[in-house]
Structures are given as structure tokens and as C-alpha cells.
Nanobody, 125 residues
């Protein structure tokens, strides 16, 4: 059975760095996209980044790119999201999402998405 378990969230000061991890429990991660979304308190859901498990092509939110690095460890079935120069506005619940159709339209929710339960990131000023 597929499961996605996020880890690495926590409290950090503005300007700090966090590395989130998503462990994907499945026979194989190949052929999908693994994306990160976030929900800011009281706000909408926002696509953060996506990596293709077919060719490791990466995609980033235009607003956030430059502060993010997404990577995949296929041996560990894990996708990591390194976030740098964090801001209080980055405070959110971060979700790992398996995208059945790779990273095509990755930042749009789909009925075929499979979601983790999220990990909370809190950035203080």
C-alpha cells in the first residue's frame, strides 16, 4: 500500500535552513512526480516544487525558486526539499504528494494525487 511520510519540519528563525524529507513507501517510485505543496495558516494551498521520478527533471514555484532545492534518493525512495533563507511567510503545513502523471501541471490538484499528512514549518522573525 502506498504511503508518503513527511519529516524534517520544525521551528526555525528567519534566514534559517530546513530540509524536509518525504519517504515514499511503494514498490517503485518510477514513473511518477513527487511534489511538495504547502498550506499557509488561513490561506490557500500552494504548489512549491516537483521532481519527476522518470528523469529527475525539477520544477519550482516562480515565487520561491532560488531558495529551494528538490532532490531524489532513489535507493531510499525519498524526496528531499531543501529550503534556504526562510521567511516568516514560509510558515505552513508542507505536504508531499505523489502525482500519477509526472510533473505535468504539477501545481494543480488532481483526483489521482496521493497525499501525505504533512509536516509543520514555523519560521519566526
Amino acid at each position: 500500500q502506498l504511503s508518503l511520510v513527511e519529516s524534517g519540519g520544525g521551528a526555525v528563525q528567519s534566514g534559517g535552513v530546513l530540509k524536509l524529507a518525504c519517504e515514499v513507501s511503494t514498490v517503485s517510485m518510477e514513473g511518477y512526480g513527487i511534489a511538495w505543496f504547502r498550506r499557509i495558516p488561513g490561506g490557500d494551498l500552494e504548489g512549491v516544487s516537483c521532481i519527476s521520478t522518470t528523469d529527475d527533471q525539477t520544477y519550482y514555484s516562480e515565487r520561491l525558486k532560488g531558495r529551494l532545492v528538490i532532490s531524489r534518493d532513489s535507493a531510499k525512495n525519498t524526496v528531499n526539499l531543501l529550503m534556504k533563507n526562510l521567511l516568516p511567510a514560509d510558515t505552513a503545513l508542507y505536504y508531499c504528494v505523489q502525482k500519477a502523471h509526472g510533473c505535468s501541471n504539477w501545481d494543480v490538484r488532481s483526483d489521482s494525487d496521493y497525499w501525505g499528512k504533512g509536516t509543520l514549518v514555523t519560521v519566526s522573525s
